[in-house]
């Protein structure tokens, strides 16, 4: 029932920007925490890049402070997050996570995922 899916990779330059989306469903987006994580190719994934919790505030990590932006309209229960001025270690799959917590500090914690969206950034 609960269903969280991203869209909006792709390959893009460095230094460019992408958008991605996490359109979810089966739940109402205003209780909940959203997170954003991502997996290099050959890797695990890493710690959470962004929070949007249900009271309003962000949390970002220091990785992407300044460069990612993440955002939510609990009217269409869609979260986006803008990605500007990419780098090549951005490469990777990016995933959307959602919780009722507002305390958060680990993947673990997260308990509905999405499929990811692959977003490559090569010249």
């Known amino acids: 029932q609960v269903q969280l899916v991203e869209s909006g990779g792709g390959l893009v330059q460095p230094g460019g920007s992408l958008r991605v989306t996490c359109a979810n469903s089966?739940?109402?987006?205003?209780?909940?925490?959203i997170g954003w994580f991502r997996q290099a190719p050959g890797k695990e994934h890493e710690g959470v890049l962004c929070i949007s919790r249900s009271d309003g505030s962000t949390y970002y990590a220091d990785s992407v402070k300044g460069r990612f932006t993440i955002s939510r309209d609990n009217v269409k229960n869609m979260v986006y997050l803008q990605m500007n001025s990419l780098k090549p270690e951005d490469t990777g799959v990016y995933y959307c996570?959602?919780?009722?917590?507002?305390?958060?500090?680990?993947?673990?914690?997260?308990?509905?995922w999405g499929q990811g969206t692959l977003v490559t950034v090569s010249e």
């Open positions: 996570a959602a919780t009722r917590r507002l305390v958060v500090s680990a993947p673990s914690q997260f308990e509905y």
């Open positions: 089966g739940f109402s987006l205003d209780y909940y925490t």
